[in-house]
C-alpha cells in the first residue's frame, strides 16, 4: 500500500462552499478512477504562533493506492490535470505532497 499525502494551502477568497466542492470533486474523480484505494480529506487547524512558516496548510487529503504503479497512473489520468487546472485557475491555490509506503 502507497499513500499520497497532500497539503493544500488555499486562497483567503476561496469560500468553505467552494473548498467543499473541491473535495466532492476530487473524492468522486479519484475512487472513480478505479486506481484509488482510498481517499479522505481533513481541514488544517491554524495555530498562531510566533514563528513564520514557510508554507500554511489550509487541509490535507490522503490517497491510499494499491502499489506505485497505481499512483504513477493516477498521476497521469487526464480527469487529474483538468481538475487541478480548472480549480487553479479558479482559485490559484498551492500545494506540496509527500508519498509513503504503508
Not at 1 to 21: G, N
Not at 27 to 44: F, I, Q
Not at 70 to 93: C, D, G, I, K, N
Amino acid at each position: 500500500m502507497v499513500t499520497h499525502t497532500i497539503l493544500f494551502a488555499f486562497p483567503d477568497e476561496m469560500s468553505e462552499a467552494d473548498r467543499a466542492e473541491f473535495f466532492r470533486e476530487g473524492t468522486a474523480m479519484a475512487l472513480d478512477s478505479g486506481l484509488v484505494e482510498s481517499y479522505e480529506h481533513r481541514p488544517g487547524i491554524p495555530l498562531s504562533t510566533e514563528v513564520a512558516p514557510v508554507f500554511v496548510p489550509s487541509a490535507m487529503a490522503r490517497i491510499r493506492y494499491a502499489d506505485v504503479e497505481s499512483l504513477r497512473e493516477y498521476l497521469r489520468h487526464p480527469p487529474v490535470a483538468e481538475f487541478v487546472r480548472r480549480w487553479r485557475r479558479r482559485f490559484p491555490y498551492q500545494a506540496v505532497s509527500v508519498n509513503t509506503e504503508d
